[in-house]
Structures are given as structure tokens and as C-alpha cells.
């Protein structure tokens, strides 16, 4: 497969334990943030996002909490599977450049059977 | 499959030479943007059609085009290429020409210059 983000940070987990991947974005004005998984060989998928009137968002075993005091957003994965080995991006979104996403570099998530 | 497509997947070209990258987006979207993703700068945005009109630009290339044509598929032109060229180009599409929702992207065409 591609080969993405080879000098990113790496986060290893065991299967079964809650993963928290963190993301720290630029911009006090961004209102809308995504978390994208990207697989290798595969495009960005979108997980779960959240809107910045919104301090947690919960979707199917993950939660994304978004701290704008120190413009923090985290994604907590439960019960961690094999499957989840990818690499993550947030994403963040300000209204006034509302067509495009800033990315960030990513964290190489890494479930150890 | 996301639903948007890419074409081809991968392309191996030498300095110099011209490319052409295409982007079918999901049926029913009408915006398609085009992003870079290489190893030390992450996913970067090109740049959007809506509809066939150009509608926002990013960190675009002067010898970087592209074009959305009547059908909605759309084409980033890629000329007189360079080492660092070398990348993973994405293209993502969604149904309006804001993000309000997030897009969906397509998997990718890994583009290698030598």
C-alpha cells in the first residue's frame, strides 16, 4: 500500500484499550472540525467531526472533545480494534474559508494484536 | 468505495513532463477539490470547482491547473514537473460548495517524478 506519513508520530495500543489521539489546531477562529482516518492506500474517511458550540461528540465507540480555550481537540477510540491501525487527521474548518480544511500532520495509530 | 473515483492510480513520469490527473466525483455532488499530500507537508489544498466554476484556490502552482467539466468530472493538470512534485494527489467532492459537512475523498493518485 502508500506509504503516508512516514515520520509521524506513532501511537501503539494494545487491542482493547481506549486510544487518545490529540490535535492542537492553529486558527481561534476555526468552527468546524473533522477527524479524518486514512488507511494506506486509501483517501481520508471521515469519522466524526464537531462544531465549536459543541465541547464533545459522540459517535460509535469514539468521542471527539474540543478545548477551545487551548485549541485542543482529542479523539478517544474505545475498545480499540486491529482495524483501527491508521493514520488520523483533524481537520479544521473557519467560516470565512468555508470551502477548504486545514489539515494537521497526523498520528500514525498502531494496534498490537 | 467512497464513490468518488480517481484515475489513474499511480504515475511514474520524468522531470519536465506534463500529466493529467481526473476526478469523477459521487453522484449528486457538485463541488470536487483537489488536495497535495506529501511526506513532510500533510494534505494541502489546491484548489475547488463548484459546478463547473473555480471557487476558491489554495497553495495552487502557477504550472498547476485544473478544470471542472459539464458532466462534473474534473481534470488537475500538472506541467513541467519537478522532483518535489512527487505526491499522493486526492480529490474530494461534496453535494454543496461549502464544507458544512465534510467531503468525501476519493483514494488517491500517487504521482513519482524522476
Known amino acids: 500500500g502508500e506509504s503516508v506519513g512516514l515520520h509521524l508520530p506513532t501511537l501503539s495500543v494494545q487491542e482493547g484499550d481506549n486510544s487518545i489521539i490529540n490535535c492542537a489546531y492553529s486558527?481561534?477562529?476555526?468552527?468546524?472540525f473533522i477527524w479524518y482516518k486514512q488507511e494506506s492506500g486509501k483517501g481520508p474517511q471521515f469519522i466524526i467531526d464537531?462544531?465549536?458550540?459543541?465541547d464533545k461528540r459522540q459517535g460509535q465507540r469514539v468521542t471527539v472533545l474540543l478545548n477551545k480555550t487551548v485549541k485542543h481537540l482529542s479523539l478517544q477510540i474505545a475498545a480499540t480494534q486491529p482495524g483501527d491501525s491508521a493514520v488520523y487527521f483533524c481537520a479544521e474548518n473557519i467560516k470565512k474559508d468555508f470551502n477548504k480544511f486545514y489539515f494537521g500532520s497526523g498520528t500514525k495509530l498502531n494496534v498490537k494484536p | 468505495d467512497s464513490g468518488v473515483t480517481q484515475t489513474p492510480k499511480h504515475l511514474i513520469t520524468a522531470t519536465g513532463q506534463r500529466v493529467t490527473l481526473r476526478c469523477s466525483p459521487r453522484?449528486?455532488?457538485?463541488?470536487v477539490y483537489w488536495y497535495q499530500q506529501s511526506l513532510d507537508q500533510g494534505l494541502q489544498f489546491l484548489i475547488q470547482y463548484y459546478n463547473g466554476e473555480e471557487r476558491a484556490k489554495g497553495n495552487i502552482l502557477e504550472r498547476f491547473s485544473a478544470q471542472q467539466f459539464p458532466d462534473l468530472h474534473s481534470e488537475l493538470n500538472l506541467s513541467s514537473l519537478e522532483l518535489g512534485d512527487s505526491a499522493l494527489y486526492f480529490c474530494?467532492?461534496?453535494?454543496?460548495?461549502?464544507?458544512?459537512?465534510?467531503?468525501?475523498f476519493g483514494s488517491g493518485t500517487r504521482l513519482t517524478v524522476v
Open positions: 486558527n481561534s477562529a476555526s468552527d468546524y
Open positions: 464537531i462544531r465549536s458550540n459543541m
Open positions: 453522484s449528486g455532488d457538485l463541488s
Open positions: 474530494a467532492s461534496s453535494r454543496s460548495s461549502a464544507t458544512n459537512y465534510g467531503y468525501t
